[in-house]
C-alpha cells in the first residue's frame, strides 16, 4: 500500500497469514520482519546500499529462503520508484553512499525456495511464486536522518 500526499509518494507492505497458520510459516514471516529491522537499522548517513543489502541477504541466507533477486528495494519522492535501487543482496561497504533527507523503500522480498521462480501475471502488476513455494514481502519507506532512520510507514 502506498500514499500520495503533495507531490510525494510512500510505499509500505507487509504480509499476513490467515486462518490457522502453521508453525513453518510463523517462523517464515518472522524471518521477514526481523529482516526489514535490520535492513532499516543500516539505514544511517555514511552508510551505503550494500550495508542494508548485505544485513538483508545475510539474515536470509542463514534461514535457507531464497531472495527474489530482481524485486528490490527503491527510492522514494516524487515518483513511486525512483533511484536508488535497493537490492535485497550485496557487499557491506558498496554501492550509493546514503545522505541526510533521501527517502528510501526497503523491502526484502523471499521465498522458501532457495532458487525461486516468480511470474508477472497479466495485470502487469501482480506478482506469484511457483505453486507451493511460501513468498513474503515487508517493506517501510525510511527518511535518511543525522539522528538515524525514520519509518515514515510505521502501523500503529
Known amino acids: 500500500m502506498g500514499v500520495f ?3 510525494f509518494h510512500s510505499d509500505c507492505a507487509v504480509t499476513v497469514g490467515c486462518g490457522d497458520v502453521p508453525a513453518i510459516a510463523e517462523k517464515f514471516l518472522e524471518i521477514g520482519r526481523r529482516t526489514l529491522s535490520a535492513g532499516i537499522a543500516k539505514a544511517r548517513v555514511a552508510n551505503h546500499i550494500g550495508d542494508i543489502s548485505f544485513a538483508i541477504e545475510t539474515i ?3 534461514g ?3 531472495i ?3 524485486l528490490t528495494g527503491h527510492g522514494v519522492g516524487r515518483q513511486l520508484h525512483e533511484e536508488p535501487l ?3 543482496f550485496g557487499q557491506a561497504g558498496t554501492g550509493v553512499k546514503l545522505t541526510e533527507g533521501m527517502v528510501i523503500a526497503i ?3 523471499y521465498t522458501t525456495k532457495t532458487n525461486p521462480k516468480i511470474y508477472l501475471e497479466e495485470d502487469g502488476w501482480t506478482v506469484t511464486s511457483e505453486k507451493g513455494t511460501l513468498a513474503g514481502h515487508f517493506e517501510h519507506t525510511i527518511a535518511i536522518t543525522k ?3 525514520i ?3 510505521e502501523q500503529g
Open 5 to 7: 500526499y503533495r507531490g
Open 60 to 62: 536470509l541466507k542463514d
Open 64 to 66: 535457507g529462503y531464497g
Open 68 to 70: 527474489v533477486a530482481n
Open 86 to 88: 535497493i537490492p535485497n
Open 107 to 109: 523491502e526484502p522480498i
Open 147 to 149: 539522528g538515524g532512520p
Open 151 to 153: 519509518v515514515l510507514t
